[in-house]
């Protein structure tokens, strides 16, 4: 048996490297060349048809954007796309860079199924290059791809991070401020380079917006309407349990209606458009919604006041606490119980410690804002009650129609000014606000006077009433100073009656 001299022995190891390396460098031009094949090859998992698509185009094109309904599969295609991305380019010369509104997001989104492709790779004995930890991916201790979330000031947080093939990913698009869209393309200048952007499309006024209208971008809309659970196109079980179904549609429409910008932003995937008519603008609220880097100062979340919309009707009672800037925690009932609606604005009373509470007193109101007043005096409570009768005439006369009219136009100054901060409130909540906020429409009278539409001529047009809107206005509502507390206007209805 011939025995095999170290020398010869180093060169057949050489040789059988460098096939192995022909081997791993004509898989990574194959899978390079088809995105979903590499899915199917290296993680055993299926894309449906638009999630390939959207493979393809990062491909093809320089600039692809996904606007969609909730819960398509874009965030697992974006990271299937990353993954992808760095495993088939040649290791060193890839770099992914993504982003999101805020860093929880970053991190918790994307990042996360960055991992789990990760983990999954590894445990079918396939593993990525490198070593991914966290938002980093780190190959030979260099970071080739990361998630980042800049304070929003800082236009400078991506700069020097270069390479032959670059993918910028921007996830929850419509909340990337514009100078990181200037970022993204600073980084993306080369012809091999790529932006994927992608988010529900919240709101008409942002960068994501503009973009989805540029014909240099790639653009893809999804509405639930057009995924595999509503067209039938056969996907495996467990991917089908988690797309978007008929029963999450069927909740946005009962609850919000199909007029509604929540309604076509996350069942249809498309941008809901700012009414000319409309009181307060969507992309003023959806600019209120936006996290800030900074927690709010304690100045800023003063004064503590409650707006209370009494039910009548078949409406529901609804509370709103404020805390200067920021909108609050949110009570309601539908209870017809007179006793059980006053406790509950008593409980909110106690739990938030507010100084002011300004109610509704047309209607039901009326008694229930007498009885707030009668436990005040006894000590149940050390919160001014102040009565607001949004019939009346206006404290500007000249400018508006009636009280009601002024108090509208307030809300819709707060929000042009960005003097409302919604960012805090759970999704759920934040939605049915913002669908009530944009609601009613005005018109000018013949005296040039603002008249906003009544509450009855709302609840007609998009069959539900906008209480929680209501609740939320009188809340930041400041009365004239000439105007009388609840327990003067009580008693001066009485003495008229």
């Known amino acids: 048996m011939r025995i095999e001299a170290p020398l010869e022995k ?53 600039f692809t954007a996904v606007k969609a309904c909730h819960g398509p599969g874009k965030s697992r295609v974006a990271s299937r796309i990353a993954a992808w991305w760095m495993q088939t ?19 918790a989104i994307l990042w996360s199924e960055i991992n789990d492709a990760a983990h999954r790779a590894a445990s079918l004995g396939r593993p990525f290059v490198g070593r991914v930890l966290g938002t980093q991916w780190k190959i030979d201790n260099r970071l080739m791809a990361f998630g980042r979330k800049p304070a929003d000031h800082d236009q400078h947080g991506f700069q020097g991070h270069h390479a032959t093939y670059v993918l910028v990913i921007l996830d929850e698009a ?12 600073a980084l993306t200048t080369g012809q091999h380079c790529r932006i994927l952007a992608l988010g ?18 790639n653009v893809f809309t999804i509405s639930a309407f057009s995924t595999p659970n509503f067209t039938g196109e056969p996907v495996p079980p467990a991917l089908s349990e988690v797309l978007v179904n008929h029963e999450y549609v069927n909740d946005l429409r009962r609850e919000f209606g199909e007029e509604s910008p929540t309604y076509i932003s996350k069942v249809l995937g498309e ?49 709103r606490e404020r805390r200067g800037v920021s909108i609050g925690r949110t009570w309601r009932t539908g209870s017809r119980d007179a006793m059980h609606i006053v406790g509950l604005v008593l409980q909110a009373i106690r739990e938030t410690g507010a100084a002011t509470v300004k109610t509704d007193v047309i209607g039901i109101g009326f008694g229930l804002t007498g009885r707030l007043i009668e436990l005040g005096e006894t000590g149940a409570h050390t919160a001014k ?40 409130l759970e999704e759920r909540d934040r939605e049915r606000l913002i669908s009530q906020l944009v609601a009613p429409h005005y018109k000018l009278d013949s005296s ?50």
């Not at 050489?14 to 390396?21: S, V």
């Not at 100045?299 to 209370?308: F, I, N, Q, S």
């Not at 069959?463 to 003067?488: I, M, V």
């Open 10 to 62: 180093l060169q057949r190891l050489r040789e059988l490297q460098r096939r192995r390396d022909e081997l791993e460098d004509a898989d990574r031009a194959r899978w390079r060349a088809d995105g979903p094949a590499w899915v199917a090859d290296e993680l055993d998992e299926f894309l449906w048809s638009t999630q390939k698509e959207i493979m393809d185009s990062v491909r093809d094109h320089r």
């Open 89 to 107: 380019h040649p290791p060193g010369c890839a770099k992914v860079i993504s982003t999101a509104p805020t860093f929880p997001q970053v991190e």
């Open 174 to 185: 419509c909340g990337i401020v514009p100078q990181f869209w200037t970022a993204a393309k």
């Open 200 to 217: 529900n499309p919240d709101d008409p006024a942002s960068k994501f917006a503009e973009y989805c209208q540029d014909e240099q971008w």
């Open 271 to 319: 941008f809901p458009e700012d009414s000319d008519d409309g009181v307060i603008r969507l992309s003023a609220l959806r600019a209120c919604a936006m996290p800030t880097d900074t927690p709010r100062t304690e100045a800023e979340l003063t004064p503590v006041e409650l707006g209370v919309d009494f039910g009548a009707g078949g409406d529901t009672t609804v509370i």
């Open 385 to 424: 009650v102040v009565g607001v009768n949004v019939s009346e005439t206006a404290g500007d006369p000249i400018r508006f129609m009636r009280q009601r009219s002024e108090i509208w136009w307030t809300g819709r100054q707060l929000a042009e000014e960005g003097r409302w901060d919604l960012s805090g």
């Open 448 to 497: 040039g006077r603002v008249q906003v539409e009544t509450k009855d001529e709302t609840r007609e047009r998009i069959n539900r009433s906008p209480d929680d809107a209501d609740a939320l206005l009188l809340a930041f509502y400041n009365p004239p100073g000439n105007q009388p507390d609840a327990l003067d206007w009580i008693r001066r209805s009485k003495r008229a009656a």
